[in-house]
């Protein structure tokens, strides 16, 4: 087969030119709530602006040079994720550029154009993934660039970036906001996995109790979140006159509204997940093991978890992804959680900061979890159906 | 190979769960360092509601009690309103909860409406009430008021001689255009804008006024959407960012707020330095400076923490 040039990385190299030239490379504001002034690149740049055009005309060659051959697409797709940290790096100069002779209230942050080249180079980096087969490679194409961009925040270079500046305001409640946020949702996915898993089993065996426990669950997960944790209030304020449960710390408000909620949230989801899957075992493979002389526990052990794993890893993944979001709405009950710095961000005036100050950790969190459980889920699968590849309808050409 | 993964989970969990006891005893370590403490275990608890204002105050709450030497157990910006911090109060999840008199007001039924002028007597009444009634003791308010307020642009005002309710009225009764941005609750409450119109003699139509949830002042300031007034709290630190004039209500049909601290009668009666440590503090606020440090946090991006020390340093509240 004849090779068609890539189209969709010269169009990608197009924008990234196009954004160099716009309008709004960096953004900068008198103070955090004054209109938005867009400044260009050349502007903001200075002496440096060269520079980002020459790592653009290294891509754009690379691209027009580059073909079906692994070497040369991971060549070009570690510029590319350089281009991505590049971009970044030159963030950071502009910004270190625009605060000079201004004092801590002026607020410089990314414009259009930086995302822009984000996209581009991430766009260009997937193309070339396309081509590479070694999963090292195709590793190192795209991470080398979030290293960059992870050892520049390290390293202190974008200190002057607005949303640093936020962080360094409230450094410490920042600190205690996140730990907050990390162990309730921990917490919370442990237990509902801890007590998830034997009651999900249990539904599936007994009918009754399925069908008593997946009703009040149904029921509770169709309340919204946000409700949900209010509405927690009045049953727990009942619950506390008990000393036992009150001596075990168990109060109206502050973090066992916000367990309780999201626990049910969660553990709705590990039922499901578990009884649905075990609910989709052919019956066949239980009667040969049946036949083959296995009790009612090796049966579990050796032919039903084996087979629902993998089910079971997706469940709690989106488990966890759902008790990250939910978490947040923690601020309102007096227990704290990066919803914090998001509800600071919109009491008055906007702080656009602020509230991504409050919601990027939580979608790092997020895109972690999702890495990590999605990994683990195919491993698990490999390990215990030896399938290696995923099951999935694909057209092929 | 289950082994492995069981064996995986479960040093998974317990360095989780470890992580978790490590963090927290480490917490109440670090406050254990500090001077002898009149409270040793049985730290009070502020809260205050989730605003700029609530973080600051609150902040300047725990710094004195600090440094008077309690424990103290800092949620400020803890709750969403008053429905959420007052029941927390009530329920003793707070010790100490921060509210308005004219919130407090709100609660009795009946109210004589004469109250409203005074920040003395609405202290005085929804004191008593609540410490008869609650068991809740109201501490010395700070002598300025946040009322929810309606404030146009210095131009708007300037061009059409608009300071107070009554020009607003004579304004909008002679056809001036007029969009003002509002938070629900005001529209419905009847000391907001129904109890405006009756007293000052005029009536918004509904394409008159649009309501929104934030951003009031940056939308009046900038002038989106047509809009020229915005209804806001009066002691916004926008009010200094964008120049704005706040309408003048002399009939008071707006209750005066003033914060106060609220604390439970128990907890009070265990430790009475506390009041003598807040009142200090409340009394030592003026509008100018309240609006000030709200500005600080609003605009200048300053945490609550830092603008609440600096005031009760530069007041001799607190040493260091």
Known sequence: MK??????????????????????????MENRISPMQHISAKQSLGSSYALIWGCLIILVLLVLWKDKSEKKNFITGIWASICLGGCIFFAGLATNNLMVGHTST??????????????????????????????????????????????????GWLNKMSIMTEYFTRQDKFNQVFWEHLNISLLVVITSIIIGLPVGYLCYRYKILDMIISGILNVVRSIPAIALIILMVGPLSLLKEIPVLNSIGISSFGATPVFCALFLYSIFQVINSLRGALMTIDRDYIKAAKAMGMTNIMIMFKVQIPLVLPVLVSGIRVAMISTFTGASLGTMVGFGGLGTFIRMGDSSAIALDLILLGAIPIMIMIFITDLVFSRLSRWVKMRMTGVEYDNRYELTN | MKRKIIALLIVMTMTLVMSACANSTNSTNEKNETKEVINPDDPIVVSTMNDTEG??????????????????????????????????????????????????????????????????????????????????????????????????????????????????????????????????????????????????????????????????????????????????????????????????????????????????????????????????????????????????????????????????????????
């Open chain 2, 55 to 320: 973080e600051v105050l609150g902040r300047m709450m725990v710094l004195a009690l600090k440094d008077a030497g309690f424990e103290v157990k800092d949620n400020t910006f803890g709750y969403t309103g008053t429905a959420n911090g007052r029941t927390a109060l009530l329920e003793g999840e707070t010790d100490i909860y921060m509210d308005y008199t004219g919130r407090g007001l709100s609660l009795i039924e009946g109210v004589d409406k004469e109250l409203y002028h005074d920040v003395e007597t609405a202290w005085k009444s929804v004191s008593t009430w609540d410490a008869k009634t609650n068991n809740l003791i109201w501490l010395r308010y700070a002598p300025f008021n946040n009322t929810d307020a309606v404030a146009v642009t210095r131009k708007f005002a300037e061009e059409n001689n608009v300071y107070s309710w009554g020009d607003f009225a004579n304004y909008v009764n002679n056809g001036g255009f007029v969009k003002l941005v509002t938070h629900d609750y005001w529209v419905t409450i009847p000391t907001g804008l129904s109890g405006m119109e009756k007293t000052y003699g005029f009536k918004l139509d509904k394409d008159q006024y649009t309501i929104v949830s934030a951003n009031n002042e940056q939308m009046l300031a900038e002038g989106t959407d047509g809009v020229n007034a915005a209804m806001l709290y009066s002691s916004s630190g926008l009010v200094k960012a964008y120049d704005l004039v706040v309408l003048e209500d002399p009939e008071h049909v707006s209750p005066v707020y003033s914060p106060t601290p609220i604390i439970r009668k128990e907890r009070l009666d265990k430790y009475p330095q506390v009041k003598e440590v807040l009142d200090k503090v409340f009394e030592s606020i003026t509008l100018e400076e309240m609006i000030e440090m709200n500005k600080q946090v609003q605009v200048d991006g300053a945490s609550g923490m830092d603008v609440a020390k600096e005031h009760l340093l530069s007041k001799n509240l607190i040493k260091e």
């Open chain 1, 3 to 28: 090779y068609k040039r890539d189209m969709v990385s010269i169009f990608m190299c197009g924008v990234f030119i196009l954004s160099l030239l716009m309008d709004s490379f960096m953004i900068v």
């Open chain 1, 106 to 155: 002026y607020r410089v942050t990314f414009g259009v154009g930086i995302y822009l080249i984000m996209i581009a180079s991430y766009s260009i980096i997937v193309k070339c993934n396309e081509f590479i087969n070694k999963s090292w490679k195709k590793k190192l194409t795209t991470f080398l660039g979030i290293f960059i961009i992870v050892f520049l925040v390290a390293s």
